[in-house]
């Protein structure tokens, strides 16, 4: 049997050629699993945003917001609706404004927050995302209401050492500034303040570093996942109940 040069080149050139079949054929990203998140424009719910983002497994498709309707401001944090709208627009995401009047009734907030999953639902996203770190009894709350849609929760922070949770966010270069805080957890000239290493070694050792008890809530204005920041500072301070100081973060 006589071998020819050219047939001990083809095992080689078949190799090439599947090689470059490979180089020319698209490489596909697997499909991101679409998730609606809880978006309170604070430290948590945008701590929650960053790891859902880093961790390739996700679409932020919205963020769901309360909004008191005769404050036109985030409900509970107060902040004003338009710099919620520039938060989102800053990180590219569409914004849902759930709408519920001041004082709401339970039974006036689980309906229209019922109508808002609903939306969702009717879209195929089935996942709501939120920045829950320890409490029990709320995750519980939010899973039931889910399972009752036929949804599911996702938390990204759940269980995180909330000392080291706020010293990564600050490391990571997000920059907040406390919109409200209770003042039977803490003083009230905690609110203006911006959210640092001065504050946390500043804060009363029977709070919560994360404010996870409702210490403080916060608004975050910079940082990575953010396209610009944006342009705010901290405003008049002002007691609206006898137990809550704000600060009207006004934009500039």
Excluded at 102 to 117: G, T, W
């Amino acid at each position: 049997m006589v071998i020819k040069a050219e047939d001990i080149c083809k095992p080689s050139q078949t190799i090439a050629s599947v090689h470059a079949e490979k180089e020319r054929a698209p490489r596909t990203r697997p499909v991101k699993e679409k998730v609606v998140l809880s978006w309170s424009g604070g430290k948590d719910s945008t701590m929650t945003a960053y790891h859902l983002l880093a961790s390739q497994r996700y679409e932020i498709t919205a963020l769901m917001t309360t909004v008191t309707t005769e404050f036109d401001r985030i409900s509970m944090h107060g902040v004003r609706r338009d710099l919620l709208e520039q938060q989102a627009e800053s990180l590219g995401i569409p914004l849902h404004k759930i709408m519920i009047p001041k004082d709401c009734p339970n039974d006036i907030y689980e309906a229209r927050m019922r109508e808002a999953l609903s939306h969702f639902k009717a879209q195929g996203i089935t996942k709501i995302a939120f920045g829950d770190l320890f409490l029990e009894d709320l995750k519980q709350y939010r899973d039931e209401r889910l399972a009752q849609m036929g949804m599911t929760g996702v938390y990204p922070i759940w269980m995180r050492d909330t000392e080291e949770l706020v010293r990564t966010f600050i490391g990571l270069g997000f920059k907040a500034i406390l919109a409200c805080v209770d003042t039977k957890a803490i003083d009230a000239s905690f609110a203006g303040r911006e959210i640092d290493h001065d504050l946390l070694r500043d804060l009363p050792e029977s709070a919560d570093p994360c404010g996870e008890y409702g210490e403080y809530h916060s608004f975050v204005y910079a940082g990575p996942i953010f396209k610009k920041a944006i342009a705010c500072k901290a405003g008049e301070r002002v007691m609206r109940t006898p137990r809550f100081n704000y600060c009207d973060i006004v934009p500039t």
